[in-house]
């Protein structure tokens, strides 16, 4: 994880120092800002690797902050909040995010969910072979991070496309939303069902009407599939 660099974006500077002192300790380099707008400046010229977004900040919001980044950017970002209502995680999921931490949290907790992130894009970056799924008008290239449909590559947060590859590397098999948590987002995730139903939708929504010769479905009761006809 040597030299990985980590934006760490929050208006309370003492939290800044903590996760600083933490990531610098375990070989990351890091850099800090404390409002939305230098966030936003920071991230375009700097290139992290790994965003740590607070919701709550002057200039603009961690919400701002992750659709503006989203717009031009796939880095991983983890949402910091001190909400704990399942709509705040829900939102920040839908604008992108791909995991969120409650605050009061555990220094050492962060850390580990921050390797376990670049962990996941390390291991898919290191295959020897590139791994790829195509079907009808779609093709998704797990190696690359590319999802490509009717022609046209699409911008998409990493867990999305771990979920659609992942489904379709195992076309007509269902799957529970259990078995997607652990399978695709790992043990390391803290989470709840609601986290597959907010990226599925979004993947529909960029799917919607590609082919019919297969789709993302619902089985009722159960879970998901990745239907081919």
């Given amino acids: 994880m040597e030299n990985k660099k980590i934006l760490i974006v929050d208006d309370d ?119 790829e799924v195509r079907y009808d008008n779609l093709r998704i290239n797990i190696t690359n991070y590319e999802l490509e449909v009717a022609g046209e590559q699409i911008d998409t947060p990493p867990k999305e496309l771990e979920l659609i590859y992942h489904l379709a590397s195992n076309p007509n098999r269902v799957y529970t939303r259990d078995q997607l948590l652990d399978e695709v987002w790992g043990f390391d995730y803290y989470g709840d069902s609601r986290t597959v139903d907010v990226h599925v939708k979004r993947l529909r929504e960029k799917l919607e009407d590609v082919s019919d010769k297969w789709s993302l479905k619902t089985v009722w009761g159960v879970g998901y599939k990745f239907e081919v006809k």
């Avoid at 880095?75 to 995991?99: Q, R, S, Y």
């Fill in 13 to 131: 500077e003492n939290i800044c120092e903590l996760l600083r002192l933490y990531l610098e300790k375990d070989g990351f380099t890091t850099l800090v800002a404390h409002d939305g707008g230098a966030a936003l400046h920071s991230a375009q010229i700097n290139n992290p690797d790994l965003v740590l977004l607070d919701i709550m900040m002057p200039v603009l919001d961690g919400w701002q902050v992750c659709r503006e980044i989203r717009k031009n950017s796939n880095v991983p970002i983890i949402m910091l909040t001190a909400k704990g209502e399942t709509f705040d995680k829900v939102l920040g999921l839908e604008l992108g995010a791909d995991d969120y931490i409650t605050k009061p949290f555990d220094s050492k907790e962060v850390v580990a969910r921050i390797k376990a992130v670049l962990r996941r894009i390390s291991d898919s970056d290191k295959a020897a072979n590139v791994r």
